[in-house]
Every structure is written in C-alpha cells, then in structure tokens.
C-alpha cells in the first residue's frame, strides 16, 4: 500500500521473472557454495553457476541468460558480502565480458559446436575482462599478466568441465 | 562434445600452451649490477660471460658473469663470504663483500616491484 496517495501499487510477476528468479536462484546457490572451497590463488574459481548461465542460454536465448548471470552476480556478492568489493567488481567484469562473448558465440552453427564450446570462450572471456579491470584499476602493472597462464588454466580446465555438465544437463532433462 | 568443440579444446589448450612460458619470465634474472659503498659502477647483462675488475676498498675485486647468472670470482676481503657465496641465479640475490664495500646484485625485470601481494 502506498499510503501517501492512497494508491495500491501491484506487481504481477510475468512467467518470464519466474523463470529467470528460478534460475538465478540455482545460480546464487552455486556461487554461494563454491565460495567455501578453497583455492590457492585469489580469482581462481570454478565458476559452477555458469553452467547455469549455459544452460538458460540455449533454453530461452541470450537475454535471460544475461538477467541470470547478472542477477547472480549481484545477489551473490550480497550473500558472500563482496558486494561493491573488488571481488564485486571483477565478478561483474568477468561476467559481462563472458555475456558478450556468448552473444557471439551462440550464433556458432548448433550442429558443429555445442555448450563446451560456448563454456571456453565464455571462460576465456571472462578471464580476459577480469584481467583488463585489475590491470586498469587494481593492480597498475604489467606484473599482473605473468599470472595470465595459471588463469588461462583454470579456465581451460573448469570451462571444459561447466561446459560438460551443461551439456549432459540439456541432453538430460529436456524441457518439454 | 560436438566436432566444433573438440575444435575449440584443441585451440584453447594450445593458446594456454603458448602463454605457460609467461610464467617463468616474470622471476627471470637480467643483469647484475655491482655497487661499490651503495653507489652502482657496473651493470653487466646475464646474456654473455663477461670478467670484470673493478676497484674496491681493498684493492681489486673480479666479477664473473656467465649467461643468466654472476659471482664475485675473487675479492680481497679476509673472510671471503662473498666469493664463497658462489653464483647468484635469483633475483634479488646478491653477495656483499663488506671489507671492500663492494656488492653484486642482480636484478630482474621489475626490479622496482617484486611483489604482487595486495
């Protein structure tokens, strides 16, 4: 109720914020979880709740996709308590850069590249804009990009594994 | 796993390939510079084996650099904890002849910043 006019404001949440509130929820909890393994070092991280991200993506298209791993963002940072940290800032810059280049890389023929493929670029692309924004703002120096390949690693390596069990998802429960 | 991913694996394992050498220059030794009484008088690059004397407190000291590494081959000193220190590889290593006020250092690329701590 909004009592200085007197007026009564309704949201009547659309099908669409249900599914995209379902799914980022998914997602905070991933992110929330992987937040207790610990790992040697700082920003390296599985990224578990892009499988989330991957999957909505090939469900309901690029734009819920972004609402996802944006709402996911933010909520999770609240949750961790990083929000408006540098965490903060390097998860959002991270999953902005991943989002581009999944808007890219969806377009890639259906029949030739599947979930795995947009998982690597979308790791690659989040490693990329992570270490552009430190480099601007966090850590002003080249010394930072001698870390580029154990970052390159890991994203080899979980954006292999996210982009798997996306794929086994969708092959798995597919929706009706 | 589609064709196309296997495509997309192979190119990226290659590209994090190609960038592992990044991680080991970072450290990577790239002169010595000697000083004598704080003040540097040599800086010799750890590309080429090079001898030099130069002039200490105590008469002469003979510097050795050999490709990625140096050593203080003889010094006056009477102890010779320099000379016995042997060769320096790391950055930031250094061996100080102190009877001679003499020094060899060596410094890596980012001498100014060896951290990366924050």
């Not at chain 1, 933010?74 to 999944?102: E, H, K």
């Not at chain 1, 990009?145 to 154990?150: K, R, S």
């Not at chain 2, 200490?56 to 590494?69: C, D, M, N, T, W």
Request: hydrophobic share 55%; net charge positive.
């Amino acid at each position: 109720m909004n009592r200085m006019s007197g007026q009564s404001i309704e949201l009547t949440p659309t099908g669409d914020d249900d599914r995209i509130a379902r799914y980022a929820a998914a997602a905070i909890a991933l992110s929330v979880a992987e937040a207790a393994i610990p790992l040697p070092l700082p920003g390296v991280k599985p990224g578990l709740a892009n499988i989330i991200t991957l999957v909505v993506l090939a469900r309901y298209g690029w734009r819920d996709a972004v609402w996802v791993s944006l709402l996911r963002v933010v909520a999770g940072s609240l949750l961790i308590g990083q929000f408006l940290a540098p965490g903060f800032f390097l998860s959002l810059a991270g999953a902005l850069a991943s989002l581009a280049a999944l808007g890219l890389a969806m377009h890639l023929p259906a029949r030739a590249f599947g979930p795995v493929s947009q998982s690597l670029i979308a790791a690659f692309a989040h490693i990329a804009g992570q270490l552009i924004v430190a480099r601007l703002w966090l850590v002003p120096h080249d010394g930072l990009f001698y870390l580029t390949p154990f970052f390159a690693l890991a994203a080899l390596l979980f954006g292999l594994a996210n982009g798997l069990a996306a794929a086994k998802l969708l092959e798995s429960a597919k929706p009706a | 796993m589609k064709p196309g991913d296997w495509v997309v694996l192979l190119g990226f394992a290659l590209a994090t390939a190609a960038l592992a050498p990044v991680a080991f220059i970072g450290g990577a030794a790239e002169k010595a510079v000697v000083r004598r009484d704080g003040v540097v008088i040599a800086e010799l690059p750890l590309t080429q084996a090079r001898r030099i004397e130069v002039q200490g407190a105590l008469g002469v000291s003979v510097i050795e650099v050999q490709p990625g590494r140096a050593r203080i081959a003889a010094d006056p000193g009477p102890r010779q904890y320099c000379v016995r220190q042997g060769w320096l590889t790391q950055p930031n290593a250094i061996a100080i002849c102190a009877p001679s006020h003499i020094s060899l250092s060596i410094a890596g690329r980012a001498a100014s910043h060896d951290s990366l701590s924050y």
